[in-house]
């Protein structure tokens, strides 16, 4: 099976940081990544797919970057809206595993 | 704006059976993969299974094979997932997901969610 492991798995920080997170696969996933993000209590929003394509209306200070097995999400400038859990998903396999979580919180 | 509403979700005892269901709206749902993705309460994500447009093809995660029915009903605009044999670890919020497909109709990753139903497994 695959495994999707995200680093790190909580990341404290303050608005205006830039914030990366990592998603390792441990099999080439080319770039058949997604990524998510969730609020509380609320679904899961998607935020970027096929590793660095942005959905629509999703802010441009989200990127996503990488292939194979090592993907980055990138937040260029930390807004209060963006404390949230994320997410990366791959799409190389039936089975579309998810990786663990991030948690970004207020440092 | 795409609406999927799920419900069907509440307490049932080990060994019992619950059916969800996922209104849809605002899209042309038959042109359309679906998915259920689950929750488990503090826990990732986790895809649980998917339908074809037509609804002649399923698959499952592996846990659950043998105990769920992915279904749909393109004429009501509603996806279903029958749960029999339900066990603790099935303690979820699920979420009915619509499911962007690419090349040769595969299901790549999931563009709408709805708000999800939370089932608990317990006696």
């Known amino acids: 099976d695959i495994q999707m492991t995200q680093f790190p798995s909580t990341l404290s920080a303050s608005v205006g940081d830039r914030v990366t997170i990592t998603c390792r696969a441990s099999?080439?996933?080319?770039?058949?990544l997604a990524w998510y993000q969730q609020k509380p209590g609320k679904a899961p929003k998607l935020l970027i797919y096929?590793?660095?394509s942005l959905e629509s209306g999703v802010p441009s200070r989200f990127s996503g970057s990488g292939s194979e097995t090592e993907f980055t999400l990138t937040i260029s400038s930390l807004q209060p809206d963006d404390f949230a859990t994320y997410y990366c998903?791959?799409?190389?396999?039936?089975?579309?595993?998810f990786g663990q979580g991030t948690k970004v919180e207020i440092k | 704006e795409v609406q999927l509403v799920e419900s069907g979700g509440g307490l049932v005892q080990p060994g019992g059976s619950l059916r969800l269901s996922c209104a849809a709206s605002?899209?042309?749902?038959?042109?359309?993969?679906m998915s259920w993705v689950r929750q488990a309460p503090g826990k990732g994500l986790e895809w649980v299974a998917n339908?074809?447009?037509?609804?002649?093809?399923?698959s499952y995660v592996d846990s659950v094979k043998g105990r769920f029915t992915i279904s749909r009903d393109n004429a009501k605009n509603s996806l279903y997932l029958q749960m029999n044999s339900l066990r603790a670890e099935d303690t979820a919020v699920y979420y009915c997901?619509?499911?962007?497909?690419?090349?040769?109709?595969?299901?790549?990753?999931?563009?709408?969610w709805g708000q999800g139903t939370l089932v608990t497994v317990s006696s």
């Open positions: 997901a619509r499911d962007w497909v690419g090349y040769l109709n595969s299901p790549y990753y999931f563009d709408s």
């Open positions: 605002q899209f042309t749902f038959s042109d359309y993969y």
């Open positions: 339908i074809n447009q037509d609804g002649n093809e399923e």
């Open positions: 099999q080439n996933m080319g770039t058949w």
């Open positions: 096929k590793a660095s």
């Open positions: 998903q791959e799409y190389n396999t039936y089975s579309r595993t």
